[in-house]
């Protein structure tokens, strides 16, 4: 299949491989840009972090709801996940251990994510998935396999948020303990579709762990 995103539309900001401790590859959200999770990488406060931020073609990852039937969205999932993939075999090419790599997203990027992280367990630095979770209908089945060996993970999302059932974040919260990672998921009383003030810190406290041991 031929590559619907592209890897080489990848935005590269923050410190360079040389000199970087710990890098995250970042995902945007629907209708969104790489470089709108510029300022929320920015927020975490380090500059010893190499970030990368792939570009989704005509700024989507995959074009109907995450809850849709998995086939009514490929191939851009697929095409997707592939680039994710890429971009972590990219780092482990240039000398980041698998520990030291976070993969990180935001609503359409939070689902696409979670999915990546259940679909390639293994012991990453840290996932986050803000406002999202695991990828498909009510009821798919959630056969993944290996384990994320205590991986960080990361849920935020609010309680009225319409995009996101909450009953699907709890769903993530499970797939990845099932997986053996260790998690985190907070839910937010009132909360729309958006980054708040805490899940920024958290995930920075989660990042700094990762570049300082």
């Not at 995103?5 to 990848?10: A, K, P, S």
């Not at 190499?50 to 995959?62: D, M, Q, S, V």
Request: with cysteine; aromatic share 8%; charged share 20%.
């Amino acid at each position: 299949m031929a590559s619907l995103h592209r890897v080489e539309d990848t935005l590269a900001f923050g410190a360079d491989r040389e000199a970087a401790k710990a890098a995250m590859i970042m995902l945007h959200g629907r209708g969104a840009t790489p470089e709108s999770m510029a300022p929320l990488a920015q927020a975490f406060g380090r500059d010893d972090i190499l970030y990368l931020l792939p570009r989704a073609a005509g700024n989507t990852w995959y074009p109907n709801s995450f809850l849709a039937p998995i086939e009514a969205n490929e191939p851009w999932l697929s095409s997707a996940l592939s680039i994710v993939g890429a971009l972590v075999s990219r780092l482990e090419g240039d000398g980041f251990a698998a520990a030291r790599i976070g993969i990180a997203g935001f609503s359409q990027g939070a689902c696409l994510t979670s999915e990546f992280a259940a679909r390639n367990a293994r012991r990453y630095g840290l996932i986050a998935a803000l406002t999202g979770g695991v990828i498909g209908p009510p009821g798919t089945p959630r056969n993944y396999f290996g384990s994320l060996d205590g991986t960080p993970v990361f849920l935020g999302c609010g309680d009225i948020d319409f995009h996101v059932p909450l009953e699907r974040v709890h769903e993530t919260r499970n797939v990845f303990t099932a997986l053996g990672a260790n998690v985190d998921m907070r839910i937010y009383p009132g909360m729309g579709h958006t980054v708040n003030d805490d899940e920024v810190s958290a995930v920075a406290a989660m990042l700094s762990t990762i570049a300082e041991e």
